[in-house]
């Protein structure tokens, strides 16, 4: 009698927990049945005080089945409740699932172009060693370009095949040179400057050359200025920019406004030095021109060259973009394609 009414309680309780349609369900059928005052626990308290009357073993053997409903009960129930919990948890990945590797929705943020971004690291460098940085115009006169650099009127660049000439007697600056001289007309002696900039040239496009690409002119007066200091600056700078130890060496080079006049070759980073197509099989990559400021020139700039001297170098840092990144075409960097450029 006592054992049949346990077990339709478990019949039609385990019904109830296995079909709940939801976790709310599930807790008023838990609290109904085996909450404290609950059926289950009702039912075994009443069965409890009976239990005295009976024989030992239907006493024992009613003892293991309320335990057994009682277990089987509060599995379901677990089990049950855990499956909730499962599809709730389900729901919420779902719906607040993301993919990091997506690009983020609405406008990407731009990047700096690569020549930029060289040129502000070059723009840090030298501010840091007291060099102030200064622009000069893209239209310049003939004085500024040619004349006060010491190129007589007879230099092959002065040449309209190789100079952008507009009116007025102007011309677009074919090297950041004649900043030097706007510097010292404008801040006499001693001077340490640097001057990024576009220059121009009427070169026919190809994969190394471009009529529009970017230098960095620097010039250093002061007293006793020597070839040593120079070559201290310029490793520094290389250094700076390639994040390593590098070797460079001096050959002779003409430039009219420089004496001595040198290009700076930097050893291959590619090959270290044994040969490859980027320094073509020479083991040596031509980085600047550069050399001592002709006499002529400090005095086109209104200095002294019987009190002062110093260095100047000129570097193109659209090169110097190209061997950083190893970029093996220079039109790349001209073009504005933005599958190229998103890459920096
Ligand atoms: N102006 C030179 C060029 O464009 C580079 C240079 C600058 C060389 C300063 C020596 C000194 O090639």
Request: charged share 25%; aromatic share 8%.
């Amino acid at each position: 009698m006592l054992e049949s009414k346990l077990t339709g309680l478990q019949e039609q309780a385990a019904a109830a927990l296995d079909q709940a349609p939801d976790a709310e369900a599930l807790e008023a059928i838990r609290v109904d049945i085996l909450g404290r005052k609950g059926q289950l626990p009702t039912l075994t308290t009443q069965i409890g005080k009976s239990m005295g009357k009976l024989p030992p073993e239907e006493r024992a053997s009613l003892g293991k089945l309320m335990n057994a409903v009682k277990q089987d009960l509060e599995s379901r129930y677990e089990a049950r409740k855990a499956a909730f919990e499962r599809a709730a948890l389900d729901l919420r990945l779902n719906a607040e699932w993301l993919d990091l590797t997506l690009p983020a929705p609405g406008t990407r943020p731009g990047t700096l172009h690569p020549l930029t971004q060289i040129q502000r690291e070059l723009e840090e460098y030298f501010n840091s060693l007291g060099f102030a940085i200064l622009d000069g115009p893209e239209v310049e006169d003939e004085w500024h370009n040619f004349d006060a650099l010491n190129i007589p009127a007879t230099h092959p660049a002065r040449d309209a095949q190789d100079t952008f000439f507009v009116e007025g007697g102007l011309l677009l600056r074919t090297h950041t040179s004649p900043v030097q001289v706007r510097a010292m007309e404008k801040f006499g002696a001693p001077l340490r400057i640097v001057a990024p900039g576009r220059v121009f040239r009427n070169e026919e496009v190809d994969a190394s050359h471009e009529h529009t690409f970017y230098q960095l002119e620097g010039m250093m007066i002061d007293k006793d200025v020597s070839i040593g200091h120079m070559l201290y600056f310029l490793k520094g700078l290389l250094q700076s920019i390639f994040h390593r130890e590098v070797t460079v060496r001096l050959r002779p080079g003409f430039f009219p406004f420089v004496e001595p006049g040198f290009e700076l070759d930097i050893q291959c980073l590619l090959c270290g030095g044994s040969g490859c197509p980027v320094c073509k099989q020479s083991g040596w990559v031509e980085q600047l021109g550069c050399g001592l400021v002709h006499p002529n020139v400090l005095r086109a700039g209104g200095i002294d060259p019987e009190q002062w001297n110093g260095f100047a170098f000129g570097l193109g840092v659209t090169r110097l973009v190209m061997m950083r990144y190893g970029i093996d075409d220079i039109r790349h960097l001209a073009a504005g394609d933005l599958r190229f450029l998103r890459q920096f």
